[in-house]
């Protein structure tokens, strides 16, 4: 018996949707296997990754899926996750990977990994692990600068807050149809 999953909406956007026909071909290749082989990752009962084979999973109740639970000390360190976890499987548009790597930078500088007791990331305190800051420790992680991962982050709250005026924009915008300003 398949457990019961809760999907916040949070960490669902930060995942790049599918696309109709990506969605349909994940959709026939679950049907075909008769289960969901990658199993759905889950921190305390909620999906962090996996959504969309979650749902697939609901629709055909015959399909069963297991999932492996991550642990995390609080929710900024599980929305970096997500976004570390998309830039790194995806063919992703540039609009999504900028998206993604400002909404990374977004959560660790709030809470994800600079107040965990493996900080990476650093601020003016001398005795953290790494002398990078946030911004800087991402662009080189990312192959970016610190003023891409800079302007990313300010470049996905443009995103978002379109996304509250016009439901469904976000989707176009991050797939390049429209080029903001």
């Not at 075909?32 to 082989?37: A, D, I, K």
């Not at 959560?107 to 305190?125: C, F, I, L, V």
């Not at 420790?137 to 302007?151: L, M």
Request: hydrophobic share 30%; charged share 30%; net charge neutral.
């Amino acid at each position: 018996m398949n457990p019961v999953l809760t999907i916040d909406p949070e960490f669902e956007a930060k995942c790049p949707p599918l696309t109709d026909d990506e969605l349909s071909q994940l959709e026939e290749n679950i049907l075909e296997e008769g289960l969901v082989l990658m199993p759905l990752i889950v921190w305390n009962d909620t999906i962090v990754d996996g959504h969309n084979r979650y749902r697939i999973a609901q629709a055909h109740p015959g399909i069963a899926f297991r999932t492996h639970e991550k642990n995390f000390n609080n929710k900024y360190e599980a929305l970096s996750w997500i976004c570390k976890n998309q830039l790194g499987r995806r063919n992703l548009t540039p609009q999504q990977k900028k998206y993604l790597i400002g909404q990374r930078y977004k959560a660790e500088k709030h809470g994800g990994d600079r107040k965990s007791e493996q900080a990476k990331s650093s601020s003016q305190n001398g005795n953290l692990i790494s002398p990078l800051k946030t911004c800087d420790r991402i662009a080189e992680e990312t192959n970016t600068s610190k003023n891409y991962v800079i302007r990313a982050e300010h470049f996905s709250d443009g995103i978002d807050a379109a996304e509250e005026v016009l439901p469904g924009i976000k989707n176009d915008l991050l797939l390049g149809k429209y080029k903001p300003r």
